[in-house]
């Protein structure tokens, strides 16, 4: 096992001077050095070999209990020191202070073709847990084990998932938090990306007007994610920040395509990298719903849901210019970067949603087509991901009756208007140049197939509570190619079913995890 460790993080940023683990307070520091803690009986359930093999391991390795005392952090690499980093945040529109790795811990960061972190996410607690355990069970390791990986082959900018393990230990969790506590499976996910910072990171010294920790910072990520821009001036912070609202409007545009609901858009949960990051109480649209959330903590305002998720985009990055603010002392070119946002979300979308009908010359007209599209998905319950990929072949609206949940109530008026749509969209066609044939090849490529539906992810998790990984094997080979016809798999290819409606974990999920 020979890794090419650099860790520019730790060598270069400043680190918290005490050693021990409790929980406190972190002043003038990016990270805290931190262990994790041994567990019972470490098991790998899942090792994803690419991400593997892009890190430096070989295949030996993989196979090594070495491998599997590492990315249960029982062991660790030779000249490392793992650590958690600090950051704060806003939490549901509001500044919650100090947050920081709480349940995840960097191992190391090592070089390839480009700089990773290797992070494992439930290996106990760091000074940031605060009065939580540092830990993650079973369920929520799937959830997040199988998404990051789904997102990734959809081609959407993600954390990669490298291995899922079991810790061995018991760990109790109050799913519903009605005062039923259970215990459960603990477990682990090794988990990678060219960076953790988030929003978070630099907006904990704005908050505490440490410009010295936050200049660093800024300079650290310049220098190591975008060379292209200059250390210690005013102008490239100005342009770090364009270039992470561009980021950020692209990770979005890429959600509302696939109809990802991220569950908790915090600033904490924000990467400076556009990244999805933190797969929590995540959630995939079935039904074409932009109210719906699947976050049962955010019920009653409804603040991420998918419909919603653009505008929290902006208002994020609107408390990340702030920080940026405390250094430049400009405000014209945050907020030009910021107004960007928009302009440039209203183009990104339209050119999305015109490619997943189809129209790969959209002109000022089409987004009417587009929002008529949209007021008929809602007029009776009609599956996102089975619609717009009949929709490619279809030459009538009944081709597309599948995607109804009720096909009986595809009549009277509610025919009527969707008859009227796909007259309209028949005709928008005929401006098109390409053949029918490449057509439909083109919106098969923005136009998925199969996505990790919840109701998916919920049978994976039941059937491994059982020690049964079976399914948790065909998904993960599933949504290697979620945009090819693979007919060994064409159950995935159908609507959650009504037993999944209102289940726990398949409609709705709390944070517990
Ligand atoms: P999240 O909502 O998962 O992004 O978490 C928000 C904050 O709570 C982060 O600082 C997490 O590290 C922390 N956190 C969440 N769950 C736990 C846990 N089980 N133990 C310790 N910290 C946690
Ligand atoms: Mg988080």
């Given at each position: 096992m020979k890794l090419n460790i650099q860790n520019s993080f730790t060598e270069e940023l400043p680190a918290d001077a005490n050693l021990e683990n409790f929980t406190r307070q972190v002043h003038h520091a990016c990270f805290s050095w931190v262990t994790p803690t041994k567990t019972k009986a470490p098991k790998l359930i899942h090792v994803n070999t690419k991400v593997a093999e892009d890190l430096g391991f070989e295949q030996d390795d993989i196979l090594s209990p070495n491998f599997l005392n590492i990315v249960t952090g029982n062991t660790i690499y030779p000249n490392t020191s793992p650590y958690a980093m600090c950051y704060g945040g806003h939490q549901f529109g509001n500044w919650a202070g100090q947050l920081g790795d709480g349940r995840a811990i960097n191992l190391f960061q090592v070089q390839t073709t480009k700089l990773h972190t290797l992070q494992l996410k439930g290996a106990g607690k760091t000074p940031y847990s605060r009065t939580a355990d540092g830990l993650a069970v079973l369920r929520s390791s799937v959830r997040e084990y199988l998404c990051a990986e789904a997102m990734h082959h959809l081609g959407i900018p993600t954390t990669r998932s490298l291995s899922l393990s079991l810790s061995g230990d018991q760990v109790l969790r109050d799913v519903l938090y009605n005062g039923n506590p259970e215990y459960e499976q603990g477990a682990i996910v090794g988990r990678v990306a060219e960076s953790f910072i988030r929003f978070g990171n630099f907006q904990l010294f704005a908050s505490k007007n440490d410009k010295t920790t936050l200049a660093a910072l800024i300079n650290y990520t310049i220098r190591t994610h975008f060379p292209n821009l200059k250390e210690n001036d005013t102008d490239s912070y100005a342009q770090l920040f364009q270039e992470i609202v561009n980021a950020s409007v692209t990770m979005v545009v890429h959600w509302q395509r696939v109809g990802f609901v991220h569950g908790v858009m915090n600033t904490d949960n924000m990467s400076i990298l556009g990244l999805t990051i933190d797969y929590g109480p995540y959630g995939w649209l079935d039904?074409?719903?932009?109210?719906?959330?699947?976050?049962t903590t955010d019920k009653?305002?409804?603040?991420?849901?998918y419909g919603q998720q653009p505008n929290i985009g902006l208002w994020n990055l609107y408390q990340l210019a702030n920080t940026f603010y405390t250094l430049t002392e400009d405000a014209k070119p945050l907020e030009k970067a910021l107004n960007s946002y928009k302009t440039q979300f209203e183009a990104e979308n339209l050119k999305m949603m015109c490619a997943k009908i189809g129209v790969f010359t959209p002109n000022k007209q089409d987004y009417i087509l587009i929002q008529s599209l949209e007021t008929n998905l809602k007029l009776t319950e009609t599956d996102m991901t089975l619609f717009f990929r009949l929709l490619a072949k279809a030459t009538t609206i009944e081709d597309c009756i599948v995607a109804f949940y009720t096909p009986q109530h595809l009549k009277g008026e509610i025919l009527a208007e969707w008859q009227a749509w796909f007259l309209q969209y028949q005709t928008r066609l005929e401006q098109e140049t390409l053949s029918k044939k490449d057509r439909i090849a083109k919106m098969n490529l923005v136009n998925p197939k199969y996505v990790l539906r919840n109701y998916m992810s919920q049978l994976a998790i039941e059937a491994a509570e059982k020690n049964d990984y079976s399914l948790i094997d065909e998904l993960f080979t599933l949504i290697q190619n979620p945009y090819d016809e693979q007919p060994k798999y064409e159950k995935w290819f159908a609507k959650r079913p009504d037993w999944a409606k209102h289940k726990i974990g398949c409609s709705m999920l709390s944070c517990s995890s």
């Amino acid at each position: 096992m020979k890794l090419n460790i650099q860790n520019s993080f730790t060598e270069e940023l400043p680190a918290d001077a005490n050693l021990e683990n409790f929980t406190r307070q972190v002043h003038h520091a990016c990270f805290s050095w931190v262990t994790p803690t041994k567990t019972k009986a470490p098991k790998l359930i899942h090792v994803n070999t690419k991400v593997a093999e892009d890190l430096g391991f070989e295949q030996d390795d993989i196979l090594s209990p070495n491998f599997l005392n590492i990315v249960t952090g029982n062991t660790i690499y030779p000249n490392t020191s793992p650590y958690a980093m600090c950051y704060g945040g806003h939490q549901f529109g509001n500044w919650a202070g100090q947050l920081g790795d709480g349940r995840a811990i960097n191992l190391f960061q090592v070089q390839t073709t480009k700089l990773h972190t290797l992070q494992l996410k439930g290996a106990g607690k760091t000074p940031y847990s605060r009065t939580a355990d540092g830990l993650a069970v079973l369920r929520s390791s799937v959830r997040e084990y199988l998404c990051a990986e789904a997102m990734h082959h959809l081609g959407i900018p993600t954390t990669r998932s490298l291995s899922l393990s079991l810790s061995g230990d018991q760990v109790l969790r109050d799913v519903l938090y009605n005062g039923n506590p259970e215990y459960e499976q603990g477990a682990i996910v090794g988990r990678v990306a060219e960076s953790f910072i988030r929003f978070g990171n630099f907006q904990l010294f704005a908050s505490k007007n440490d410009k010295t920790t936050l200049a660093a910072l800024i300079n650290y990520t310049i220098r190591t994610h975008f060379p292209n821009l200059k250390e210690n001036d005013t102008d490239s912070y100005a342009q770090l920040f364009q270039e992470i609202v561009n980021a950020s409007v692209t990770m979005v545009v890429h959600w509302q395509r696939v109809g990802f609901v991220h569950g908790v858009m915090n600033t904490d949960n924000m990467s400076i990298l556009g990244l999805t990051i933190d797969y929590g109480p995540y959630g995939w649209l079935d039904n074409y719903d932009p109210d719906w959330t699947p976050n049962t903590t955010d019920k009653q305002n409804r603040r991420y849901r998918y419909g919603q998720q653009p505008n929290i985009g902006l208002w994020n990055l609107y408390q990340l210019a702030n920080t940026f603010y405390t250094l430049t002392e400009d405000a014209k070119p945050l907020e030009k970067a910021l107004n960007s946002y928009k302009t440039q979300f209203e183009a990104e979308n339209l050119k999305m949603m015109c490619a997943k009908i189809g129209v790969f010359t959209p002109n000022k007209q089409d987004y009417i087509l587009i929002q008529s599209l949209e007021t008929n998905l809602k007029l009776t319950e009609t599956d996102m991901t089975l619609f717009f990929r009949l929709l490619a072949k279809a030459t009538t609206i009944e081709d597309c009756i599948v995607a109804f949940y009720t096909p009986q109530h595809l009549k009277g008026e509610i025919l009527a208007e969707w008859q009227a749509w796909f007259l309209q969209y028949q005709t928008r066609l005929e401006q098109e140049t390409l053949s029918k044939k490449d057509r439909i090849a083109k919106m098969n490529l923005v136009n998925p197939k199969y996505v990790l539906r919840n109701y998916m992810s919920q049978l994976a998790i039941e059937a491994a509570e059982k020690n049964d990984y079976s399914l948790i094997d065909e998904l993960f080979t599933l949504i290697q190619n979620p945009y090819d016809e693979q007919p060994k798999y064409e159950k995935w290819f159908a609507k959650r079913p009504d037993w999944a409606k209102h289940k726990i974990g398949c409609s709705m999920l709390s944070c517990s995890s």
